[in-house]
């Protein structure tokens, strides 16, 4: 599919334009060059894309809406002529007022001049439906699982779609959206690639379910059985108290109630009580030794005595007694000491006796209260309540079994996707291991080598996920390694312009695009370069019979080795614009 015309049914308002084969050139003069920095920007050169793309049917977003219709576009319509790739020539007419609105006319030859009044043979089709119209007009057999508008902005780049080769400015999204179609576009079946995306998507939205689940459930899947342990036990002690409720029967509870008074709480109680008392007169005993006064000698009265009943008192015997009396004390010091750690041993011990004690106690008046209950109806009403509490534990145990199953459920089928992620993954290793991008490859590379003098190469790998990831890269003319690194936006440029061009040249014998506009394409490439480069475009296109639509300001038109400027002959320009006034301007007027 190539362009033979864009026009308008308002020729005072736009350039209408008629292309041809082979190369046709935008030019835009600029005069005043204190305005370079602005956009000549402004003349129309890029904005042409924007309205090739409109005619192309693409849906206008706000911004493009707001400019069709605050622009003082009313009642303009456009109309884009296009040679099939059958030979057939195709109309298209879309209008700004009502730009889900599409006509066609299909012609056997093409039209003389710029014809605005024709016999439409399909008028005012929906959108969508005009492009389902439109893509069995242009009936591609490259890649037909893609509908025509997913390539097209590929041969139509604006500066913005020169930051990367493979992924363009409209791709923002997921890889999703894009990797599938170019893995397809390179000669491969991008179907084994989305299903990987589609697996893994909903591998991920199980794992979600199974987190959202676990928190709200509050389960670890490693306790099902002991889970279902407690569930067995409480199913069975509803199944007794249903019984017993069934024949309003109290005799085996108030018989429970019985042995469990005499023979446990009881005992217990008494038991406790010997602790207690035993505990007590321990404690006074120690208490009472503590406070036991030491005997204590006087010497010096012992002295006064023997010597009233005139006794020798000898001093050693003094000594032996000071000596005797210093042990003691220190004897008893020790003693005490000992005697206080165990009394405060012995009266905590006391008081955890005291606190079992009180507790049984209230246990034998809770179980004593119920024995003494004269009203059956009471009794009935209390087993209820446990029923109740039991089928309550019942229902969470049985809640947390089933999150728990649901819970296996979807560990099981995460495990399935992953396996099924993986056999993907292998898949896509084994198709790129095919090279069915070879010939792509060997023309991407010669484009480059004639124009750079040095190699380039279009590669595909996958990364740590198993996902495609493609690349194109330039030979270093110094160390020869092939690398993206080190060179700017001009090289990526030129990539970029390469790649498209060598997907127009394999698929050429094919019915799928036969255009390419790029827009600035020898912007800040050396002259030499520019020369080659259109001397390249127009062996090419005569070659494989291709339109090129290259846009350019007067400042970077080529200049020979004498630096004068390398003018195009007028047959491949197809529009001239200039800044001298608004005449000059795509669109005859400013905005």
């Not at 242009?138 to 390539?151: A, G, T």
Request: aromatic fraction near 10%; hydrophobic fraction near 35%; glycine fraction near 2%.
């Amino acid at each position: 599919m190539k362009f033979c015309k864009i026009y308008s049914n308002l020729d005072n308002q736009f350039h209408n334009i008629e292309f041809h084969d082979g190369l046709n050139v935008v030019l835009a003069e600029i005069t005043d060059k204190s305005k370079t920095e602005k956009d000549t920007h402004n003349l129309g050169k890029t904005l042409l894309i924007s309205i090739i793309d409109f005619l192309l049917l693409k849906n206008i977003n706000q911004k493009f809406k707001f400019f069709l219709t605050k622009g003082g576009f009313e009642k303009q319509l456009f109309f884009a002529e296009l040679q099939l790739n059958n030979g057939r020539y195709l109309i298209i007419q879309r209008g700004v007022d009502n730009p889900t609105k599409i006509s066609f006319k299909i012609n056997e030859y093409k039209l003389d001049g710029f014809q605005t009044q024709l016999n439409w043979d399909e008028e005012n089709l929906p959108l969508d439906k005009a492009k389902e119209k439109l893509n069995e007009y242009l009936d591609f057999d490259v890649i037909p699982s893609w509908p025509y508008r997913k390539p097209i902005t590929y041969f139509l780049r604006t500066q913005n779609d020169f930051r990367d080769v493979f992924k363009l400015d409209k791709f923002k999204g997921r890889d999703k959206d894009w990797k599938p179609f170019m893995f397809d576009l390179l000669g491969f079946d991008g179907t084994v690639i989305l299903q990987k995306y589609d697996l893994e998507d909903e591998r991920n939205d199980l794992e979600k379910r199974l987190e959202t689940l676990q928190q709200e459930a509050d389960i670890n899947i490693e306790e099902r059985d002991k889970i279902q342990g407690l569930l067995d036990i409480k199913t069975d002690d509803k199944n007794k108290i249903e019984e017993k409720i069934d024949k309003f029967n109290f005799y085996e509870k108030d018989k429970a109630i019985n042995k469990e008074l005499v023979e446990e709480i009881d005992s217990r109680i008494q038991l406790l009580n010997t602790k207690r008392y035993s505990l007590s007169v321990e404690i006074k005993k120690i208490e009472n030794s503590l406070s036991a006064n030491q005997d204590s000698i006087n010497i010096d009265k012992l002295k006064a005595l023997y010597e009233d009943v005139e006794i020798y008192f000898p001093d050693k015997l003094v000594n032996d007694y000071k000596m005797l009396l210093d042990f003691n004390k220190s004897i008893t010091a020790e003693r005490n000491k000992v005697l206080r750690d165990n009394l405060k041993e012995v009266k905590k011990e006391f008081e955890g006796v005291t606190k079992e004690l009180k507790k049984f106690e209230a246990k034998k008046e809770e179980l004593l209260s119920y024995l003494t209950e004269r009203d059956s109806y009471s009794k009935f009403k209390e087993i209820q309540k446990q029923l109740a509490k039991n089928e309550a534990d019942i229902i969470r145990l049985e809640n947390k079994l089933k999150a728990i199953d649901n819970t296996s459920v979807f560990v099981r089928e995460i495990e399935v996707k992953e396996k099924e992620i993986d056999k993907k993954i292998k898949e896509i290793h084994v198709l790129i291991i095919e090279q069915k991008h070879s010939e792509i490859r060997r023309i991407f590379n010669s484009i480059i080598e004639q124009i750079l003098n040095t190699n380039a190469l279009i590669s595909i790998k996958q990364n740590k996920q198993g996902n495609v990831e493609f690349e194109a890269n330039i030979q270093n003319p110094a160390d020869l390694n092939i690398t993206a690194e080190g060179y700017g936006m001009t090289y990526r440029k030129l990539l970029c312009m390469a790649f498209d061009l060598s997907l127009l040249v394999y698929y050429s014998k094919k019915s799928f695009y036969r255009f390419v506009y790029h827009d600035g394409a020898l912007e800040a490439l050396d002259d030499r370069k520019k020369v080659k480069f259109l001397n390249f475009i127009r062996k090419i296109c005569s070659d494989y019979k291709l339109q090129y639509i290259l846009t350019l300001i007067d400042s970077d038109l080529p200049k020979d080795e004498n630096n004068n400027i390398i003018n195009f002959p007028d047959n491949e320009v197809c529009l001239k614009l200039h800044d001298r006034d608004d005449s000059g301007k795509l669109f005859k007027k400013s905005f």
